[in-house]
């Protein structure tokens, strides 16, 4: 458990220590003591990032929440028992987290992150590197499972169904390492799930027949008219993609983490511009309830935010 040391040790700390001690003991498994919730800095690796409602969630040696876009960071939690890979949060449930871990498998949190407890059974034994909610249905989840493929629950998590295998990149299938539910106007039924690779980005239907990738014409538009060629200058480049992420209000315009920075999309995948250079392999997130909100942070714990849907960006203000 993590504590934070106080320089001095007043009577007011002191008695403030206690009372928050007494409260620490009925919280729930997991979950650091009340005092520890003084604004500081995660000093792990940041492994995963996500907006639950307006609030950011952090994984890094713990669980650590922003109410300001990461300009302010509390402690939450030490986790749900292993380093998480990913997180996920319901679109309609406040508190409601969903993380993939290498070795605890898919843990679920109703508490914004306080207390975990496991939501996979009937998930193979893998590592997990990837998880999402569906947009058009916050019952279907979704999990990449290293060395296997893409795993899909349509009942909250009580049970799973495999959907796809790996897509399949060179003629070599590849794991998984970042996923996005996109609702859309294009494809069979209008419903994408998106995923990262080590080897660029692809999409399927939700139909799950085949994968494209993103840096090929669409294969599945709608109609018989071939697309019009595509410039390669503003593809998405052939390297690891470590996180992809949109609002589901505005789910043409994604965002994708790459070792060059910050990618973005207008048009659904078909077309890219790097829009900000300055973090290596970032994590990523879009604030649900600001579409123009974006978060990107390193390993290293380096938070950039923008309020302007990625054209410009700044170390996150409480402002």
Known sequence: MTFIRFSALSRRRLIGGLGAAVLGAAAPPGALPAFAGTSRRPSGRVTALAFDQGALVLAAAGIWTSPDGGANLLPRSQGPGAPVAALAAHPDRPGMLLAATASVGLMRSEDGGSSWHPAAPGLPAAP????????????????????????????????????????????????????????????????????????????????????????????????????????????????????????????????AGLPSGVWRTRDSGSTWKIV????????????????????????????????????????????
């Open 128 to 255: 997990l590197d990837a998880v999402a909610i569906a947009t058009h249905d916050p019952l279907t989840l979704y999990v990449a499972v290293r060395g296997d493929g893409l795993w899909q629950s349509n009942d909250g998590g009580k049970s799973w169904d495999f959907a796809m295998d790996r897509p399949l990149v060179d003629k070599v299938e590849v794991d998984v390492q970042a996923l996005a539910s996109v609702g859309s106007l294009s494809g069979m039924g209008g419903y994408w799930v998106y995923a990262g690779t080590a080897k660029g980005a692809s999409r399927v239907p939700d139909c799950f027949c085949r994968w494209q990738t993103l840096e090929s014409a669409d294969a599945m538009t709608t109609g018989t008219a071939k697309p019009a060629p595509v410039d390669p200058a503003p593809r998405l480049p052939h390297l690891s993609v470590t996180s992809l992420t949109l609002a589901p209000s505005v789910p043409e315009v994604l965002f």
């Open 276 to 319: 900000n250079g300055a973090l290596t392999s970032p994590l990523l997130a879009v604030d649900p309830l600001d579409p123009n909100h974006v978060v990107a942070a390193d390993a290293g714990g380096t938070i950039l935010s923008s309020r302007d849907g990625g054209a410009t960006w700044a170390a996150p203000s409480a402002a």
